[in-house]
């Protein structure tokens, strides 16, 4: 539960928010929003060099968010959502007690914050059905696994197995597993939260947050060998593991 710089991985609880939204109509899917100075976000991703009164479709903004982790695309959905009050309000609403939004994106001070626990317990909470509709469900599923960086869970899983080969999550499904993951990192603290399909068609969630020296090599590698010591729990068998 202890609260943390939540770096990129903020981006799920936001997704999970708009699902929730769409699935009460709220928003439309193919809703356009409208790129304005106020939004521009530096770092990962396209759209904050786009014309600025360029429009785009929600469901281009979500998936940029996470797929290549777009700050711009983030900040997008942060207002369109109704600014950064209600966002932090629709958080707890949820069940999320430890992640707050305080800043736009990319936050490099690391003032937007969660937990491990919020960020395992969103996903498992939309995993499980309880808050969204099967559609928007596949939904995150399918934009989720579209997630580029999957240099910290999946590649510690794979080490776990006693493998490391560059195409990471071709060589996941060669044994069985799937991740779908959304890392985090502005130097001073990386993150990554994954949903876990193991070979015995069971799901596990699993979240790690590091802060640390700017930049220091040894929190991505702490990630990856936690990763890698949960892979003894995950293939035991289904009725090992506890998603709860």
Same mark, same amino acid.
């Given at each position: 539960?202890?609260?943390?710089?939540?770096?990129?991985?903020?981006?799920?609880?936001?997704?999970?928010?708009?699902?929730?939204? *769409?699935?009460?109509?709220?928003?439309?899917?193919?809703?356009?929003?409208?790129?304005?100075?106020?939004?521009?976000?530096?770092?990962?991703?396209?759209?904050?060099?786009?014309?600025?009164?360029?429009?785009?479709?929600?469901?281009?903004?979500?998936?940029?968010?996470?797929?290549?982790?777009?700050? /711009?695309?983030?900040?997008?959905?942060?207002?369109?959502?109704?600014?950064?009050?209600?966002?932090?309000?629709?958080?707890?609403?949820?069940?999320?007690?430890?992640?707050?939004?305080?800043?736009?994106?990319?936050?490099?001070?690391?003032?937007?914050?969660?937990?491990?626990? !919020?960020?395992? *317990?969103?996903?498992?909470?939309?995993?499980?059905?309880?808050?969204?509709?099967?559609?928007?469900? !596949?939904?995150?599923?399918?934009?989720?696994?579209?997630?580029?960086?999957?240099?910290?869970?999946?590649?510690?899983? *794979?080490?776990?197995?006693?493998?490391?080969?560059?195409?990471?999550?071709?060589?996941?499904?060669?044994?069985?597993?799937?991740?779908?993951?959304?890392?985090?990192?502005?130097?001073?603290?990386?993150?990554?939260?994954?949903?876990?399909?193991?070979?015995?068609?069971?799901?596990?969630?699993?979240?790690?947050?590091?802060?640390?020296?700017?930049? !220091?090599?040894?929190? /991505?590698?702490?990630?990856?060998?936690?990763?890698?010591?949960?892979?003894?729990?995950?293939?035991?068998?289904?009725?090992?593991?506890?998603?709860?």
């Amino acid at each position: 539960s202890k609260e943390l710089p939540a770096a990129s991985s903020i981006k799920v609880p936001i997704l999970i928010v708009l699902l929730t939204m *769409l699935d009460r109509e709220e928003i439309f899917w193919n809703e356009k929003l409208e790129l304005t100075e106020d939004v521009i976000g530096s770092g990962s991703g396209w759209m904050a060099y786009q014309e600025i009164g360029e429009k785009f479709p929600i469901f281009e903004v979500a998936s940029e968010m996470i797929r290549v982790s777009d700050n /711009t695309a983030t900040n997008l959905l942060i207002r369109r959502i109704g600014g950064i009050n209600i966002i932090n309000q629709k958080f707890k609403e949820i069940g999320l007690k430890n992640t707050q939004i305080n800043n736009f994106l990319p936050d490099l001070n690391g003032t937007n914050i969660t937990s491990t626990k !919020d960020l395992s *317990l969103g996903i498992a909470l939309v995993d499980n059905g309880y808050l969204l509709k099967i559609n928007s469900r !596949d939904i995150f599923r399918e934009i989720m696994g579209s997630s580029k960086t999957n240099t910290l869970i999946p590649s510690g899983i *794979l080490r776990g197995l006693g493998k490391e080969y560059k195409d990471t999550d071709y060589h996941l499904s060669l044994n069985g597993f799937s991740v779908l993951n959304k890392t985090g990192d502005i130097g001073i603290s990386y993150s990554d939260t994954a949903l876990i399909q193991t070979p015995q068609n069971s799901r596990a969630f699993a979240s790690f947050i590091v802060k640390g020296p700017f930049n !220091d090599p040894r929190s /991505t590698e702490l990630i990856r060998s936690l990763s890698a010591e949960l892979v003894p729990f995950l293939v035991q068998g289904q009725n090992s593991l506890n998603p709860n």
